[in-house]
């Protein structure tokens, strides 16, 4: 926009467009991915094949939290998770992964780190919060097959695009570690911005109204850290 609007306007498009141009805030609930809107098609444009691809969730939280929160709440629409809070969360989660997984061809086995930490939010409703926050772990060029020179890619693009693990790096990093990260704001679930509102953790595309849902926010997310972002000042 230009102006440009607060936020992650530069990795965005006109956030005043509707429906939605490519996940801002998040898809519609009215338009599926891949539809009418410009996801798939800048995916395309920055280099992902078509085809399919494998993603594994990868959990990095502790005991007791986050996605491993044994905390029972009630089951949430359409959710395999049960009534167990961290459950649902990773369904939720892969959910979002499926959903990438059949737009984006990879022979290389796409890995996400995720966990809830303690990101921005308040003290005072009108303050705002971070829902979640993504991005790549690597970058690499001049990557066999690379299509453009001197030109830097996200880790699991190159990957894609060089049928070969490229994060096996010097200083020992393991391979299959990430090759994107997302964080999400434990704080949400504990009422930072208000006492009502939480993560919608349904997968039914029934959001209730002063709720986010969470598997948009997980799909959104992953498209910053698998190539819908900028690395230029």
């Given at each position: 926009?230009?102006?440009?609007?607060?936020?992650?306007?530069?990795?965005?498009w006109?956030?005043?467009a509707?429906?939605?141009?490519?996940?801002?805030?998040?898809?519609s609930?009215?338009?599926?991915?891949?539809?009418?809107?410009?996801?798939?098609?800048?995916?395309?444009?920055?280099?992902?094949?078509?085809?399919?691809?494998?993603?594994?969730?990868?959990?990095?939280?502790?005991?007791?939290?986050?996605?491993?929160?044994?905390?029972?709440?009630?089951?949430?629409?359409?959710?395999?998770?049960?009534?167990?809070?961290?459950?649902?969360?990773l369904?939720?989660?892969?959910?979002?992964?499926?959903?990438?997984?059949?737009?984006l061809?990879?022979?290389?086995?796409?890995?996400?780190?995720?966990?809830?930490?303690?990101?921005?939010?308040g003290p005072?409703?009108?303050?705002?919060?971070?829902?979640?926050?993504?991005?790549?772990?690597?970058?690499?060029?001049?990557?066999?097959?690379?299509?453009?020179?001197?030109?830097w890619?996200?880790?699991?693009?190159?990957?894609?695009?060089?049928?070969?693990?490229?994060?096996?790096?010097?200083?020992?990093?393991?391979?299959d570690?990430g090759?994107?990260?997302?964080?999400?704001?434990?704080?949400?679930?504990?009422?930072?911005?208000?006492?009502?509102?939480?993560?919608?953790?349904?997968?039914?595309?029934?959001?209730?109204?002063?709720?986010?849902?969470?598997?948009?926010?997980?799909?959104?997310?992953?498209?910053?850290?698998?190539?819908?972002a900028?690395?230029?000042n």
């Amino acid at each position: 926009p230009n102006p440009l609007e607060g936020g992650s306007s530069i990795s965005h498009w006109d956030l005043s467009a509707t429906p939605d141009l490519l996940m801002e805030p998040s898809a519609s609930p009215l338009v599926p991915v891949g539809e009418l809107d410009l996801t798939v098609p800048q995916m395309r444009d920055i280099g992902w094949p078509d085809g399919s691809s494998q993603i594994r969730i990868r959990v990095m939280d502790g005991d007791d939290v986050g996605f491993n929160d044994p905390t029972e709440v009630d089951a949430a629409p359409d959710n395999p998770g049960g009534t167990v809070l961290g459950e649902q969360r990773l369904a939720a989660i892969r959910w979002a992964a499926r959903i990438w997984e059949a737009h984006l061809g990879s022979g290389v086995e796409i890995n996400v780190e995720t966990s809830f930490e303690e990101l921005d939010c308040g003290p005072e409703p009108e303050d705002g919060a971070v829902l979640a926050s993504a991005g790549a772990d690597f970058l690499f060029h001049d990557f066999p097959n690379a299509p453009r020179e001197n030109t830097w890619y996200h880790g699991a693009l190159a990957e894609s695009l060089a049928n070969e693990n490229l994060s096996n790096t010097e200083d020992g990093y393991p391979p299959d570690d990430g090759d994107l990260v997302v964080f999400f704001n434990r704080q949400i679930d504990e009422g930072c911005l208000r006492e009502d509102y939480r993560y919608y953790y349904g997968l039914d595309g029934n959001t209730p109204q002063g709720q986010i849902a969470f598997a948009m926010v997980a799909l959104h997310e992953m498209g910053h850290g698998l190539g819908f972002a900028n690395f230029v000042n």
